[in-house]
């Protein structure tokens, strides 16, 4: 929550805040990456999922909050794929950017844990938004 002082009065604005939580990257090897990582980068495996059959995701962790999130499929280019961010309430999130201009790519979705929103920048860059359940 920010305060701002208008003629002596206190007015209270809603600040959004978004935390960067992962730098997700699309890759061919699953193992060769972990290896990666893990061994040359220094990271730790936190978790792996399998959410359905074509589809494999191993979060690794370092210093901080923000994670590496490896991707392995056959539905995206190899490479960096986006950043993402967590939010505390993705809908206000998704409102206050619409009011704002921003390019909802997919409206908010759930997944097993918790929902996403994906946004490009005037880039192009892919932003995808968090709220963990």
Known sequence: MAILIINEKQVFIQVMKMKVKYATIIVKDMDESIKFYTEVMGFEIDSQHNPYPGLTITLLKGEGDAMIELIKNTENEIGLFSVGMEVEDINTTVKEL????????????????????????????????????
Do not use: W, Y
């Open 98 to 133: 619409k009011s704002k201009g921003a390019k909802i790519t997919k409206e908010p979705m759930p997944i097993t844990i918790g929902t996403l929103v994906f946004l490009e920048d005037p880039n192009g860059a892919t932003i995808v938004l968090i709220q963990h359940q």
